[in-house]
């Protein structure tokens, strides 16, 4: 029997509620695949700040090194939005992913079919795009500051204070994360799609270059180049063309949210963080702790179950039982059980909680 070490971070809000539904279903699955599970849980966030004064408790990245892989649910809250800067609950996601190496997200936008009717846009069969973010350069890392200026502008005025943020990429970092984007694309239906902005930026021309010159190395993948702002509409406009994303720290923060929305709800969508390979990767829900409906049973545990999913299939190397997962998702929607969040216009649906909802799921597993 295979055991692995998982850490799980609930966190605050809704976190605890949506992780105890993805740790009963790993338990679920690992006893029809022969897998067993050491889960330790540790704080994160807001519930961290309370007990030891800070969001991100040594302890909890220790545990976190020493594990197969992280669960994560989600942190912060109005309790704590008026902390200082650097002890926010959110800045315990900075240091798990720095702690960790983590610098590609993986956010998949994929449309279950029995879902299309929460999608804001019309006619749209399927969606499948997975997007993967640079997550640890970029404008978000780059040099940031002020200065001050005396220049005159053209209106007569003067420059004055100047705030600056700084769009840097290497060589090493690009490399990386467009090697993974055309790995991931083999898996998958072949189309990689390098996201920048090169007709203004010097940083994006040098990513054009650099995956030009991989290209060949992956014979079986089509590379083609959208600039953000036109990757923006086209998202709308054809989403069901995408199948690999590789882009910037930046336009993947945006668009992944972008691509998250046109799939249906926030309660829907899985992630993971990756670092090198053999190193524990972190996975969770796109979205953030929710504190209007936190203790009211509506949260919707489906994305954490499917970062689950990922998990398995990700860190573990355990493709049938994160396939199996899958299934019983989608059997889950198919047979009409939805959350408050997804119940949109469908007929027959049978209206769930979040117990609701994991005991189905377990059910069909
Ligand atoms: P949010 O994602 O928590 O909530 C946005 C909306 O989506 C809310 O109406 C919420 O009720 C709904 N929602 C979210 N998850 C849901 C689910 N599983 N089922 C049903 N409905 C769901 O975003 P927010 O309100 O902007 O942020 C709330 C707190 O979470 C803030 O403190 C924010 O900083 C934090 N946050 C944390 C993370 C993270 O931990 N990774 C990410 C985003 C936001």
């Known amino acids: 029997m295979k055991i692995y070490k998982i850490a799980v971070i609930p966190g605050d809000g809704i976190g605890p509620e949506v992780t105890s539904s993805a740790v009963r279903v790993l338990e679920t699955v690992g006893a029809k695949c022969g897998i067993e599970f ?18 991100l408790p040594e302890e909890t ?7 197969d892989a992280v669960l994560l649910g989600a942190v912060g809250g109005p309790k704590w939005d008026a902390v200082e800067p650097s002890l926010r609950p959110e800045r315990a996601l900075l240091g798990l992913r720095a702690g960790l190496g983590l610098y590609s997200n993986l956010r998949p936008a994929l449309m279950f079919k029995e879902l299309s009717s929460a999608s804001p846009l019309k006619n749209v ?11 640890t350069g970029g404008i978000y890392f780059g040099k940031h500051g002020r200065s ?21 990429y290497s060589v090493g970092e690009i490399t990386r994360i467009l090697r993974e984007g055309f ?4 898996g998958r239906n072949k189309k990689l799609t390098l996201v920048d902005k090169a007709n203004v930026l010097e940083s994006s021309r040098l990513w054009r270059e650099i995956a030009a010159s991989l290209a060949p190395e992956y014979p079986d993948v089509a590379l ?10 086209q998202l709308i406009n054809r989403p069901s063309t995408f199948d690999v994303i590789v882009t910037s720290n930046m336009f993947g923060d945006i668009l992944s949210d972008e691509a998250g929305m046109i799939t249906g709800s926030i309660g829907m969508l899985p992630s993971a963080s ?13 979205h953030g702790s929710a504190p209007d409906i936190a203790g009211t049973g509506k949260a919707n545990p489906l994305a954490t179950i499917l970062s689950a999913s990922m998990l398995l299939r990700w860190s573990l190397g355990e493709v049938a039982a994160s396939d199996m997962i899958e299934k019983a998702v989608r059997d889950t929607l198919a047979d009409g059980f939805r959350t408050p969040d997804i119940i949109g216009d469908s007929e027959g649906c049978v209206a769930v909680d979040t117990e609701g909802m994991t005991a189905a799921v377990l059910q069909r597993i």
């Open 38 to 55: 050491e889960f330790t849980s540790c704080d994160a966030g807001g519930c961290a700040i309370d007990k030891y004064g800070k969001p």
């Open 61 to 67: 990245l220790d545990v976190c090194r020493a594990s």
């Open 125 to 135: 069969e399927a969606i499948d795009i997975l997007i993967v973010r640079e997550l």
């Open 148 to 168: 001050d200026s005396a220049e005159v502008l053209s209106d007569g005025s003067v420059k004055g204070v100047t705030a600056y943020d700084t769009e840097e």
């Open 183 to 186: 790995r991931y694309a083999q």
């Open 224 to 233: 083609d180049y959208l600039y953000v702002d036109n990757c923006s509409m």
């Open 274 to 286: 990756l670092g090198a390979p053999g190193t524990p990767g972190m996975y969770e829900p796109v």
